[in-house]
């Protein structure tokens, strides 16, 4: 087990290097510069400029030079933001991108654990098609087009909600949350529907029936442990999905968020905003898919014994 | 002469009473036929592309023809789904659109297939070293955050149309490669392979006619799989301005468009949203329905 962890956690490593590696030579490939948009400045205003970012020194050097900054947690000053720090930046929009994170994780689990449950209790019948046919709707509807439609329909047309902003005015953080859970809730429902049937049909639940348990006793105290494992190890990957497909619907509902910042950076050519968040995003990624397969592995006794046993 | 012919067809009305031998793709042809939903996309889809397919003789407008004195107009006899701000036909662009989301599809889909059977096929038929070499760096590729990635990408190197393919193949190729990966090790210790082996067949011959054939079944399903994928992924960059570029149209740039003027014309968002959802919805449902018949051991989550 132990082995396991420590495995998989160093295999993690080379990941989060290969992205950053990758990141940095694909940004510096790109034609144009940070500034070569800016109006016309003397060549010594230029030379000062690339001298404050390390500009004038050769690939390899600038490469070595933001790696050895990076192993002490300084990801850079931001080209596009004179005088502010990537750091800063992130740190700035995380809390808003994490608390949109957990609000449409918390969405789609509620909505999509219920309806899957429901669904697989009466399999093929109309209680398993009408939820199901709602979980693909939200599977095939992206967010770019969920996110606006429900902004026309609660927003516009309805006047109920606000239809952009976030923590600025009161019901403003419904929308964004629903639209960024909406595909997962989609997901996870069809994940504890065929989780939940595979368990139905075990021994230990005709054992459980047997007794003479209440069928509510069976499902939510027997059924449910074991129907929610797909769902619990998909929960990471989803988490680092959320946020890392945040950008969507933080431009969508203009929320200042990681996501936005990260668009914004890759527009401007904003180098080492570009990398500082990617190489967050895909630390966090890497950090939520290990995390995931720990509870996994400590959730399944199955595993569990396999792993004790390799030993 | 009558009477050798009458003969004939006793015989052959024997032969077709006898019970013929089903191949896997009749059985599966069977199936699939009464899966209604599958069947529904599968209809849909094959309209949906004559429609795209024929659009020119279709309708009566061209895609640009702008009617600035019309403006934008909601569904009427004349324009079916409205007109756009320029008093462009919203079904004609929707149709053209079409086009270039389904072509994007497909393309980039054949991308992700020919190069993820590859890879899958040759790490699953030598295996050892090379085989966890080879999965060690899709494990790897897997781990990347992709979507920012492409964003990166199509932003770094500009906005072409080979590189989008390009660009979605190479995210969607990983799953396919794991796919046929497990499928030929499972093959590659049948006694037909190993029989092609001893009589001297090459590998990349015994890959080519007794491996891949075998695994077609799973290949085709999660083909079908990927396409809708795809067709988001495009959808969702030329919503952000990085895929498809103007003059050209796709269902993502008509979103997208639909999005800024939604408040005083919602049916340039709702009919292009329509279309691009039904066709996912068709092709999850075709895929769903082959994967269960083809494959009906298969899981269907």
Same mark, same amino acid.
């Given at each position: 087990m132990w082995r396991f962890l420590g495995v998989r956690s160093l295999q993690a490593i080379p990941v989060i290097f290969v992205v950053i590696t990758v990141t940095f030579f694909l940004v510096r490939a790109a034609p144009g510069g940070p500034f070569s948009n800016e109006k016309a400045v003397s060549p010594q205003v230029q030379a000062a400029l690339e001298a404050q970012y390390r500009l004038d020194q050769s690939m390899l050097q600038q490469y070595f030079s933001y790696m050895a900054d990076l192993l002490r947690g300084d990801l850079g000053p931001s080209f596009n933001f004179p005088g502010r720090t990537v750091n800063e930046m992130i740190f700035q929009g995380l809390p808003i991108t994490a608390e %949109?994170?957990?609000?449409?994780? !918390?969405?789609?689990?509620?909505? +999509?654990? @219920?309806? /899957?449950?429901?669904?697989?209790?009466?399999?093929?019948?109309?209680?398993?098609?009408?939820?199901?046919?709602?979980?693909?709707?939200?599977?095939?509807?992206?967010?770019f087009l969920l996110g606006p439609m429900l902004v026309l329909i609660f927003g516009i047309w309805l006047d109920l909600l606000p239809v952009s902003g976030w923590g600025a005015a009161p019901g403003d953080k419904v929308l964004p949350s629903i639209t960024l859970g909406a595909m997962y809730a989609a997901y996870i429902a069809r994940l504890s529907r065929s989780g939940m049937l595979e368990v139905m049909s075990q021994d230990y639940l005709r054992t459980a029936r047997a007794k003479g348990l209440p069928e509510r006793v069976v499902?939510?105290?027997?059924?449910?442990?074991?129907?929610? %494992?797909?769902?619990?190890?998909? !929960?990471?990957?989803?988490?680092? +999905?959320? @946020?890392? /497909?945040?950008?969507?619907v933080e431009t969508v509902f203009q929320i200042p968020g990681l996501g936005r910042f990260y668009v914004q950076a890759a527009f401007n050519r904003d180098y080492t905003m570009?990398?500082?968040?990617?190489?967050?995003?895909?630390?966090?990624?890497?950090?939520?898919?290990?995390?995931?397969?720990?509870?996994?592995?400590w959730l399944n006794p199955r595993l569990r014994y396999q792993f004790q046993k390799k030993k | 002469m009558s009477q050798s012919a009458s003969d004939l067809d006793q015989i052959t009305?024997?032969?077709?009473?006898?019970?013929r031998g089903v191949s896997l793709w009749q059985d599966a042809w069977v199936r699939l036929r009464k899966n209604k939903l599958a069947m529904f996309?599968?209809?849909?889809?094959?309209?949906?592309?004559?429609?795209?397919?024929?659009?020119?003789?279709?309708?009566?407008?061209?895609?640009?023809?702008?009617?600035?004195?019309?403006?934008?107009?909601?569904?009427?006899?004349?324009?079916?789904?409205g007109t756009d701000t320029f008093g462009r036909d919203l079904l004609t662009r929707i149709?053209?659109?079409?086009?270039?989301?389904?072509?994007?599809?497909?393309?980039?889909?054949?991308?992700?297939?020919?190069?993820?059977?590859?890879?899958?096929?040759?790490?699953?038929?030598?295996?050892?070293?090379?085989?966890?070499?080879?999965?060690?760096?899709?494990?790897?590729?897997?781990?990347?955050?992709?979507?920012?990635?492409?964003?990166?990408?199509?932003?770094?190197?500009?906005?072409?149309?080979?590189?989008?393919?390009?660009a979605i193949g190479a995210v969607e190729w990983l799953t396919m490669a794991r796919i046929v990966r497990g499928q030929v090790q499972g093959i590659r210790q049948q006694e037909y392979v190993e029989a092609a082996i001893s009589l001297g067949l090459s590998p990349a011959a015994i890959i080519r006619k007794h491996v891949?054939?075998?695994?077609?079944?799973?290949?085709?399903?999660?083909?079908?799989?990927?396409?809708?994928?795809?067709?988001?992924?495009?959808?969702?960059?030329?919503?952000?301005?990085?895929g498809i570029q103007p003059p050209m149209s796709s269902w993502g740039l008509l979103i997208s468009y639909g999005v800024e003027t939604m408040e005083e014309y919602p049916w340039l968002l709702i009919f292009p949203g329509i279309s691009l959802t039904l066709t996912l919805f068709a092709l999850n449902f075709l895929g769903d329905g082959l994967r269960d018949a083809l494959d009906p051991k298969a899981s269907r989550d």
């Open positions: %949109l994170g957990f609000y449409a994780l !918390l969405v789609a689990l509620i909505i +999509g654990v @219920l309806a /899957g449950v429901i669904a697989s209790l009466k399999p093929n019948t109309a209680q398993d098609y009408v939820p199901m046919s709602l979980a693909m709707v939200g599977i095939c509807m992206p967010s499902v939510i105290k027997h059924a449910l442990r074991a129907g929610l %494992l797909p769902v619990i190890s998909y !929960l990471g990957p989803a988490f680092a +999905g959320l @946020l890392s /497909g945040s950008f969507v570009i990398l500082g968040t990617t190489t967050f995003l895909a630390t966090l990624i890497v950090a939520f898919n290990l995390l995931s397969d720990f509870i996994a592995a | 009305t024997a032969a077709d009473a006898m019970p996309g599968l209809v849909f889809l094959a309209v949906m592309i004559l429609l795209c397919l024929f659009a020119p003789l279709l309708t009566p407008y061209g895609y640009e023809e702008q009617n600035l004195r019309l403006g934008a107009i909601p569904p009427s006899a004349a324009h079916w789904l149709l053209y659109g079409g086009r270039v989301s389904l072509m994007v599809g497909f393309i980039a889909t054949s991308v992700a297939l020919v190069v993820g059977v590859t890879y899958g096929a040759i790490a699953g038929y030598v295996g050892g070293r090379v085989d966890a070499m080879m999965m060690r760096l899709v494990d790897i590729l897997y781990a990347l955050p992709f979507m920012i990635f492409i964003v990166l990408l199509m932003v770094v190197f500009g906005r072409n149309l080979l590189l989008l393919f390009l891949i054939p075998n695994v077609l079944g799973p290949i085709i399903v999660y083909t079908t799989l990927t396409i809708p994928n795809v067709m988001l992924l495009e959808a969702f960059l030329s919503f952000l301005g990085l």
